[in-house]
């Protein structure tokens, strides 16, 4: 069988240094804010390139720190409108209702399945104080349309960089193109730890000296709280592990897109909808393929099709935030192409650990697919 990512041969090719990592912080002694965290932020930001980074226990609370220090330094108030895809994974939502901020969906653009910069305008409020870009699947979402909307309207833009760690904007890092950025280190992302992780990057001093009080209960000093803060902190075994990981990313990306750059040439198929369906077959560095995402009218039969053929996929996502329970007061709002996307997207095994042979099976049997009546 193909899985859709195998997770222990990933960190399987970093031994013996992963093992190693771990087992040096057990015997330090030291297992939360201390050398490990401090030297992984350092190259973190490095690598991001920002300033600053501040390491925090997963990708939601990333996000909502950012808009929790914002309100914290009375730039944002309850009652504030975030705009943000529709077409997104629910917890960048989650981020900005936490905070009793409202989010102002819309819809995404077809091709890139990112928000559609000429329907942000229309949106826009007194009460907007910020547009969050969400890299989807691993593409970068900012373009010249969003930056010179976010001057023209003083608005901060906030990256939900969880999918897309190591992509670029011309020549900068997703994760330093905005006022803040938001990542995660869950295990299936492309910086993948052993269970949850998460950073803040950023350029400004306070706003990163209000996140990393926040994120250790509103301490400045120990025992002196000046917010009402919350514990989230990137533990030191995830630090350890993550620096190790760290240092092949961009290799493990690249591996990516020679997987990616022979799906987009190979798979032909008249139902099926490559990404870049706009005919563009280059890639380029501006996506990393976290996922690698099809689109058919017969997705589930597709679906289906695959597993038989031993071939593992997943969906993501299969409801749209607006239809979930959990947004109940939206339920009854239209975002059509949001709906079509979750409809009939499928996404392919992709990862740095497979072969060719499995790329290739892959490929030969998306061919044989026969649609069905
Ligand atoms: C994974 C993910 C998050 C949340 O990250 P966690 O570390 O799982 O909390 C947020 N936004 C997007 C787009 C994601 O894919």
């Not at 041969?9 to 050398?35: M, T």
């Not at 914290?72 to 009793?100: C, F, H, K, W």
């Amino acid at each position: 069988m193909i899985k859709f990512l195998d997770l222990k041969a990933i960190n399987d090719s970093f031994e013996p240094e992963l093992s190693q990592a771990v087992k040096r912080v057990i015997n330090s002694g030291w297992y939360l804010l201390g050398k490990e965290n401090e030297a992984f932020e350092q190259e973190y930001a490095s690598f991001i390139g920002t300033k600053h980074c501040i390491g925090v226990g997963n990708g939601l609370d990333a996000l909502r720190l950012i808009f929790k220090a914002y309100i914290e330094m009375g730039i944002m108030q309850e009652g504030d409108e975030v705009i943000v895809p529709a077409n997104t994974y629910i917890a960048s939502i989650l981020a900005i209702s936490d905070n009793r901020l409202i989010p102002v969906l819309v819809e995404p653009d077809i091709n890139t399945y990112n928000i559609d910069p000429f329907l942000v305008e229309e949106k826009i409020t007194k009460r907007t104080k910020a547009i969050m870009i969400v890299h989807l699947y691993g593409q970068n979402a900012m373009n010249a349309e969003i930056q010179t909307l976010a001057y023209k309207h003083n608005l901060k833009i906030i990256e939900d960089n969880a999918q897309a760690v190591g992509c670029f904007y011309a020549d900068i890092r997703t994760g330093s193109l905005g006022d803040a950025a938001g990542h995660s280190f869950y295990p299936g992302k492309n910086l993948g730890a052993i269970g949850d992780g998460g950073a803040v990057t950023c350029n400004n001093e306070k706003l990163a000296s209000v996140i990393r009080a926040l994120a250790n209960y509103g301490s400045t000093k120990k025992y002196v709280n000046d917010y009402q803060g919350l514990n989230s902190r990137l533990d030191e075994i995830q630090a350890a592990f993550l620096r190790v990981k760290l240092k092949r990313l961009d290799a493990d990306n690249q591996r990516r897109r020679e997987i990616a750059q022979y799906y987009i040439e190979n798979i032909v198929h008249p139902n099926i909808i490559l990404p870049f369906a706009k005919g563009q077959k280059q890639i380029t560095n501006s996506h990393i393929f976290h996922l690698f995402v099809i689109r058919t009218p017969q997705r589930d039969q597709l679906q289906q099709y695959l597993t038989k053929n031993g071939i593992q996929t997943l969906i993501h996502y299969p409801i749209p935030p607006h239809k979930q329970l959990a947004y109940m007061e939206w339920n009854g709002m239209s975002f059509p192409v949001t709906e079509k996307i979750h409809n009939e997207v499928l996404s392919l095994p992709i990862s740095p650990v497979m072969t060719d042979i499995e790329v290739r099976k892959v490929t030969e049997i998306l061919r044989t697919f026969v649609t069905l009546k």
